[in-house]
Nanobody, 117 residues
């Protein structure tokens, strides 16, 4: 599967953004999907993931209550709604796909999110 992330940008603290990740191929619905982020000088970290069909969702503690992951398999797209953004959310955000919740071998190119105080 090939993934294309979009929707990043620059916002002030407290603002919102919605990231999208479009996947290619007919088997998109068969993948678990996740969002990860990498801040400058730091390692890439897990943000959120959603199971096939969307029945199971997990979030990193740092984004619980502010971020919402969802998927629309008819559009081969996974979303991440990000509200109440903080400067520490500044990072390059990557979407990823896999066949298990803990293994994501397929990655998109990343989209930059910058939150100013």
């Amino acid at each position: 599967v090939q993934l294309q992330a979009s929707g990043g940008g620059s916002v002030q603290a407290g603002g919102s953004l919605r990231l999208s990740c479009a996947g290619s191929g007919r088997t998109f619905s068969g993948y678990y999907m996740g969002w990860f982020r990498q801040a400058p000088g730091k390692e890439r970290n897990f943000v959120a993931r959603i199971s096939r069909g969307g029945s199971s969702i997990y979030y990193a503690d740092s984004v619980k209550g502010r971020f919402t992951i969802s998927r629309d398999d008819a559009k081969n797209t996974v979303y991440q709604q990000m509200n109440s953004l903080k400067p520490e959310d500044t990072a390059v955000y990557y979407c990823a796909a896999g066949i298990a919740m803990s293994n994501f071998p397929y990655w998109g190119q990343g989209t930059q999110v910058t939150v100013s105080s």
